[in-house]
């Protein structure tokens, strides 16, 4: 049986649900594989969200950003794919997930998903 | 028959057709020639779009944008060419096509777009 | 029987006028002179606009922004007669002009006018 | 008989008074007096406004701010003052006038009028 | 009897009560005494007011702001106290006072009033 | 019997209760330790309140926030608690906390959480 | 007979005239006219200086810059002249004034002079 | 007998006389008394300085820099006068003072001396 | 046989060759073919200058950039071929060209070479 | 028989050895992993240099870079390895490197090496 990556992603009890309140994550050191050439891509990430019950763990967060290293990832799908992760994981009442990708081809790609509960 | 520039534009199923989400590509690099006087013309080009069931697949679009270096191109009508290959190729939600073209004539012309499905 | 400027106006017609789309033209040389005393005026122009039927062409324009090289101009007077010229030639659902003026006088003048079908 | 300052202002008819559009002119060279100290105060003028038959003629406008050159002026009263005498010359649509005075006895002062038709 | 701070703020009559218009002034150079430990405080002060019958005299405010100097005074008192002076002065149709404290204790304070008539 | 952090944080009553009024605190010193792995963390932290009945006294508050440099503190819940003790101490009409964390792990992390009365 | 300009610049003796130091002083508010046409001028002024036996004291420099405002004065003469005053003042070991006009005609100039004991 | 404010800068060996290093300290929260007019004068300092035998202890040169709130001090003799104490103080190797004063009649003034051993 | 490119480099005598005196040229619309791959590469060149007998005339510099168009062209090579056509149409006594290339692979390089006569 | 990463360092004949000219190469997408955590580690490259018989080729240097994506490097190390692979691979008239590696545990590491031949 395969570790899925989201298997990675720990939390911890939102330590007050009855606020809504935000938290913002910058990650600028993401990188993956391009699944049609196997060259690396780059890209920063921006994770905005208000937590319900559960918030995203700091260290398995890294850690999980770290499992994309070797693989393959198309730029629209992998930032589907995060935000799913990140929702499977805590259901978050609202998040944001931001993705620039470094330039490739002459071409800077950003992905933008919001998603509501 | 002559392969039309339009032909080049290679799509690939949106992963989530269920989300409204923005994808948005910069492209400071495109060249066409001034079709009265042959004299190259260089402009950056700003793609932002909701994909729907379709996304514009990278590399395809850099080969179809190489597509323009040898022709002549009026940078209005260039421009709704652009967005019109760009509709037929993967009809998206909404659309908004920048191209910022560098100055001629001691003229600096932009031409902006946007289309709604 | 005298040749007027805005005979130089040259258009083609619009490539998509089933859209609403912007063109923007900024023009950082334009030089006039001043009708009381014969000094030098400089100004930058942008024009901003939605063709309808018909879209200015470039290289007239340029040849029409030198006709004023040797006319008297008041500021407002020939920010309202380019505008009046640009709507004769070209019948645009919407305009604006903005013309800002270098210091006279220890004076800095801007003028801008907005113009709907 | 005294020439007041005002009777400086010259107009000349606005050239398009069919369109609603807006004049600008920045005048960063205004001088006057202290009416307690006699001491020379230094400020800036924005005059923002919509003509509506006439217009401000530029040079007479130099001219008419030279005039406090030697005259005591009290920061408010002169702002409105400056106001008056604009409205009385050319009553426009609509006009705007900020003042931003020089810094005395470590303060720093701004007037800001706004009048309609 | 003590002559109370106030009584040094002199008016002035508006020039022209029929209009609202607004005085911004600037005060880069407010101290006054930690009222706990007798150390110096620094402050600047941005007052924003629309004047009804009464306008402040600049010398007089001036002369206002240096008799904090050797005064004892909190943060949120002294700005409390000084709008209320500035309303007990001129009773001005609209006030807003903000006043900015250097640092104390690696601490940085704002405190920011708005009044209406 | 333990001292709590929250027993630091002295209070004094509002100068003007009558007033719907801002107060804004910078406090770009703030240390604490990862309750995982005891290394230190930083913050820079903004509160902004408008007051009922009472303020936070400076020099307490800065004393407060001494009381974590040796206490280990995840982000969010740190975020929460310090806000929970401000609540608690003064009641205020309304509150906005800003906690900024430096970079962990390649991933920098801001909590924002705003409260009403 | 006539009160010279130079009358005006009062001096202080130097604190310490067994130090070389540098006192340098900005005049932002300078205004003459000009002699052939009546014209308001402005200029800011810098003067640097190592005093010897004297210093410039600061009200009278004042004072003597007011001296200009309804006086003729060309940009290369007056620089001099200024420069004659000072040094006739306070004969300084080393002196540099840098004058710097508004643009009048669409030319800006500066003059720049050095003096040595 | 009178405490001189000289008096209250207290000093510590140098932890290493075997090295040239530099020490610069920015002290924005100066202020003074005119001698003529009584009037606030506000000003920054920079001292830089290489000690040899001894530093200058931070909290007395906070204590030593009040001393000046209440005294009337010459921008030129007052820098030549905290230089001479500093110098009295710890006889550094090289030691530069800066002070630049608020303006003052439209006047900016700074004062700069350089002293080695 | 075949026109080579440099044969479009035209001359005109030096108007003053008695000076050293310096031409600077700025062109940011050069792009060529990548010899390996036949994709479009960018870059943006400066030429500086100090001529002997001959410059260079503007219009035939630009003809001869475009004929960089379609040819193959490696980095290193290209900027010294351009250098040496330089060199051989006029002799200059001191010239020296940067060639700036648009990122390639993630990688952006430079070339600057300096010849003197 | 391992592949060492220097063996994929292709070169091809400085196409002018008889100039000292330079080419520098910015590379702003490095990781590696650190050998003792296993953690990534991401830089920026910088390579300056002035060629002898060899140049560097960019494509086989860009895949060179990508072999130290899964390979334990120390940051002083690996910088010095990166020189000598470069030495090796072109033996340049002069060379420097300088990385920049991304904060880990709260400190920024640059590492700059130079070497003639």
């Not at 994550?25 to 196997?38: A, R, S, V, Y």
């Amino acid at each position: 049986m395969t570790t899925q990556p989201s298997d990675q992603l720990e939390t911890f009890p939102n330590p007050n649900p009855n606020r809504d309140y935000t938290i913002i994550m910058d990650i600028p050191e993401f990188t993956c594989l391009c699944p049609k050439t196997g060259q690396p891509d780059f890209a920063t990430l921006k994770i905005e969200y208000t937590p319900d019950k559960l918030c995203i763990e700091l260290k398995s967060l890294k850690l999980y950003m770290w499992t994309f290293r070797d693989r393959g990832a198309f730029h629209e799908a992998v930032t589907n794919e995060i935000l799913d992760h990140l929702v499977n994981a805590i259901d978050p009442r609202w998040i944001k997930l931001t993705m620039k990708f470094n330039v490739r081809g002459g071409i800077y790609t950003d992905v933008v998903i919001e998603h509501k509960q």
